[in-house]
């Protein structure tokens, strides 16, 4: 085993020796989403987000923060090819937000050949992203341990979505085309620069719980969901209870020398964006 399957294991928590087959695959993309939190903290702080294997695994691993999909697709890649997978990543458009015209590509997710079959992998969406992989074909309902999936075909593109309590709401539209580093680097910081960037105006976070659960953040409001039903909603109610809560709930690393933050520098983020508790009362 190298000494990065070995670091990354042991951040996500995996027991055993890992095969190369879709059940590996299936308990790996879980016990990813379980234990390393999306979040947007460095774009908000503002820091540049290097998207090289070692700067990903000194963030997301040694200093046990979070990252969002270039990051986090990034990391499980390299797991995923060190223990001799197939994969390589897509780029997607994202269209959650049903956006007029179609958006660039910003959003990083995982191609893997295994077993004979082409699977989608993707940890890095927040609080919707897949926590199982889906096998790459269309029309078909796919469940997962947080909600059921499906992909639909129209030429090249490829569109996913979510089963959104009565009706499917598209997630991403992508294709097949092979993309390179340079691409992820362009969209990395297209995410983190463009002015009208949800990732520059809100500070948002998701850890999902292995039973079906998921602990959400948008701003000051945190919100604890299990299987689609919110059984806690809390409205923080300063920096300190915020920052707090980053440690204890989303297992936020702080403390790191290059990776972390203290807590007068969150309160400088959360105040550049006027999203105070007491804000609008």
């Known amino acids: 085993m190298t000494p990065f399957l070995h670091a990354y294991f042991s951040r996500v928590g995996w027991e055993g020796t890992p ?3 879709v059940e590996t695959l ?39 923060r979070g990252g969002y999909c270039f990051e986090q697709n990034g990391l499980l890649e390299r ?6 997978f197939t994969v390589r990543s897509l780029l997607g458009r994202v269209v959650l937000a049903n956006p007029p015209q179609l958006p660039p590509r910003t959003h990083r997710l995982l191609l893997v050949d295994v077993e004979g079959e082409r ?3 993707d940890v890095g969406f927040g609080g919707q992203t897949l926590t199982a992989p889906i096998r790459l074909q269309a029309d078909l309902e796919q469940v ?22 009565e009706h499917w709401q598209s997630m991403y539209i992508f294709t097949l085309d092979k993309q390179y ?36 953040l948008t701003n000051f409001s945190f919100t604890h969901w299990d299987k689609g039903h919110v059984v806690e909603k809390t409205r923080l109610a300063d920096v300190s209870a915020l920052y707090e809560t980053l440690e204890t709930r989303f297992g936020l690393g702080v403390d790191d020398p290059r990776h ?22």
């Open 181 to 216: 580093f340079a691409d992820h680097v362009m969209g990395n910081f297209w995410s983190a620069h463009w002015p009208q960037s949800h990732f520059r105006h809100h500070l948002l976070m998701c850890r999902h719980l292995p039973e079906g659960g998921k602990l959400t």
């Open 26 to 64: 299936r308990k790996l993309h879980l016990l990813h989403n379980c234990a390393i939190p999306f979040e947007n903290i460095d774009v908000l702080l503002p820091r540049e987000m290097q998207l090289d294997d070692q700067s990903l695994q000194d963030k997301l691993i040694t200093a046990r």
């Open 19 to 21: 095969e190369t087959t």
């Open 144 to 165: 997962t341990p947080h909600g059921d999936y499906r992909l639909l075909r129209e030429g090249v593109n490829w569109t996913l979505q979510f089963r959104h309590h």
């Open 79 to 84: 797991a995923l090819h060190e223990l001799g």
């Open 119 to 121: 699977w989608i992998a």
């Open 260 to 281: 972390g933050f203290s807590e007068a520098e969150l309160a400088a983020v959360m105040a550049a964006f006027d999203t105070h508790p007491e804000a609008g009362k």
